[in-house]
C-alpha cells in the first residue's frame, strides 16, 4: 500500500506535527507529507516544516472572506495531491466546502473527553469542574466543531493540585501517541464509519504484543497497537 499523501494544518508551535512528521521520516508513519499550512505567517508549525523539508504554505486571513481564504488554501491542498488532512492545532473553524472536499478524510485532535468540554478551553473546564479524568479525543472533522466521530480516547487523572500547565503538559504527552496510531489507522485503510461509529478494521498478519502503558494512562478502546 502506497503512503498516504497528507497535508497538515496548524497555527501553533506543531508538536504534535513535529512527532509525526518524526515517524514519517523514520519510517514508522505510513504518511507523505506533502504540506503544511498555517494561517499565521510566524507559526511555529512552519518552522517545522522547514525542518523537514516539507512544503510549506501560509498567508494571514485578515480582511478576507472564510469563503475565500479556504479556496485558497483548498486549491494549495489540492495542488499538493494530498489525499487526507490533519489538523495539528489549526485554531480556525473549517468551513463546509472544505470539509466537503475531504469526507472522511480530515482529522483532528481535541484536548479533552468529547463530547464533553468542547471548544478552547477544553484543559481549563476540565480543572473548573474538577473532573476525575482528563485526557484528549481524535475524531473525524464535521460540520460541527469538536462533534464528528470518535476514532480513539485516552485518558489522564486529574491531581488536586494540577494547574492548566501540568494537565496540558499530560495531555500533549498522551496526545503525542494518539495521534499518529489515529493516522496510521486512516493511512492504512482501517477505519470504517458506521453512522457515528468509527470501526477498526483488522490488520493484515498477527498483532504484536502491546506491552505496557505508562503509570497514570489508561487508553479507551480500540487500544494503540503501534505507537
Not at 472522511?104 to 474538577?130: C, K, M, W, Y
Not at 500547565?165 to 485503510?189: F, K, M, N, S
Request: charged residues 25%; aromatic residues 6%.
Amino acid at each position: 500500500m502506497k503512503p498516504l499523501r497528507v497535508a497538515f494544518m496548524g497555527s501553533g508551535a506543531g508538536s504534535n506535527l513535529r512527532v509525526m512528521l518524526e515517524h514519517a521520516r523514520a519510517g514508522r508513519l505510513a504518511i507523505t507529507p506533502v504540506l503544511v499550512l498555517s494561517d499565521k505567517p510566524q507559526a511555529g508549525v512552519l518552522e517545522q516544516a522547514r525542518r523537514y523539508g516539507v512544503r510549506e504554505w501560509s498567508k494571514t486571513p485578515l480582511a478576507r472572506r472564510r469563503e475565500d481564504f479556504e479556496a485558497e488554501m483548498l486549491e494549495a491542498v489540492s495542488k499538493a495531491g494530498a489525499e487526507a488532512v490533519i489538523l495539528a492545532g489549526y485554531m480556525r473553524i473549517l468551513g463546509p466546502d472544505f470539509i466537503r472536499a475531504f469526507p472522511e478524510r480530515i482529522l483532528n485532535i481535541h484536548p479533552a473527553l468529547l463530547p464533553s468540554f468542547p471548544g478552547i478551553s477544553g484543559v481549563r473546564d476540565a480543572l473548573t469542574h474538577q473532573t476525575r479524568l482528563s485526557g484528549c479525543t481524535v475524531h473525524f472533522v464535521d460540520e460541527q466543531p469538536d462533534h464528528g466521530p470518535i476514532v480513539i480516547q485516552g485518558a489522564v487523572p486529574l491531581g488536586a493540585d494540577d494547574t492548566a500547565e501540568d494537565l496540558t503538559a499530560r495531555i500533549r504527552a498522551l496526545e503525542h501517541r494518539l495521534y499518529p496510531q489515529a493516522v496510521q489507522w486512516l493511512a492504512r485503510g482501517r477505519l470504517r464509519l458506521e453512522g457515528r461509529k468509527v470501526v477498526l478494521l483488522p490488520r493484515e498478519g498477527p498483532l504484536p504484543g502491546a506491552g505496557a502503558d505508562p503509570p497514570g494512562l489508561w487508553l479507551v478502546s480500540p487500544g494503540l497497537e503501534d505507537f
